[in-house]
């Protein structure tokens, strides 16, 4: 019985001896499958036409600097200090407020309606200031009197004042805590109230009286260009629409 077992396990132990091999020699050509696969991927990418007429994201500038660098900028946050504004006014409002149409004309990121609504509150304050201190003001001098607290000179002292500075070409790069505009760009007005006189067809330097004033032309008692696209109809229609969700 012993002589018979042997021969057994000699034929057992060369099964296993000549059995080792065998896994090494499958996992070789998986692994190489894999890397030929890897690397066929960029190649079918790369030929495909559609793709390489897509811009890259990196050659997109906006021609403002985005709300996200509003949070690191320390002159924004210094002038938000500055200025005592409340923990509910978030810090890219003022960022937003210091964008001009001139250097971006999109509706969403420039401060024509921060504008418009700041005009009409400085205004409003400024008449109560006046009617109420000098009552019996002659309506003349009452213009000029708006003029010299809200007018655009006035204003631009104020902001100058605060340590608002200008930066001197727009763009993605600059610091968000500067205004930015362009001299030699088309300026956007805001809406102006008023109407458009009959009577400047005829003549420029037609005699306006205080009463007309008061009624046609605009809040400092200009009159309103006969030749203003911001005051059409379409224009009009389409500033409300982007002030009525403010």
Not at 65 to 92: D, N, T, V, Y
């Amino acid at each position: 019985m012993g002589l018979m077992a042997r021969p057994r396990l000699a034929r057992w132990s060369r099964q296993l001896l000549h059995a080792h091999p065998a896994p090494i020699g499958t996992r070789r050509p998986t692994t190489s499958r894999r890397c030929q696969s890897s690397l066929a991927v960029p190649a079918v990418a790369s030929s495909d036409p559609v793709a390489d007429r897509e811009p890259p994201k990196s050659r997109l500038r906006p021609p403002s600097p985005p709300f996200q660098k509003a949070a690191h900028s320390a002159k924004l946050a210094a002038l938000h200090a500055r200025l005592c504004l409340s923990g509910k006014i978030p810090i890219e409002a003022l960022a937003r407020a210091l964008v001009t149409p001139s250097a971006d004309p999109s509706v969403q990121f420039n401060n024509l309606n921060l504008a418009y609504l700041g005009n009409t509150i400085i205004n409003y304050h400024v008449v109560e200031y006046l009617m109420c201190r000098w009552p019996r003001l002659p309506m003349a001098v009452t213009y000029a009197a708006i003029r010299a607290y809200a007018g655009p000179e006035s204003l631009k002292s104020i902001a100058s004042d605060w340590g608002v500075e200008s930066a001197a070409a727009p763009g993605h790069e600059v610091d968000p805590g500067l205004l930015q505009w362009k001299p030699d760009a088309e300026q956007t007005k805001i809406v102006q109230w008023g109407y458009v006189r009959s009577e400047t067809k005829r003549n420029e330097s037609y005699r306006r009286g205080i009463s007309s004033r008061v009624i046609f032309d605009d809040d400092f008692g200009d009159i309103i260009p006969l030749k203003d696209t911001q005051n059409s109809p379409e224009a009009f229609r389409e500033t409300r629409r982007h002030i009525e969700p403010l």
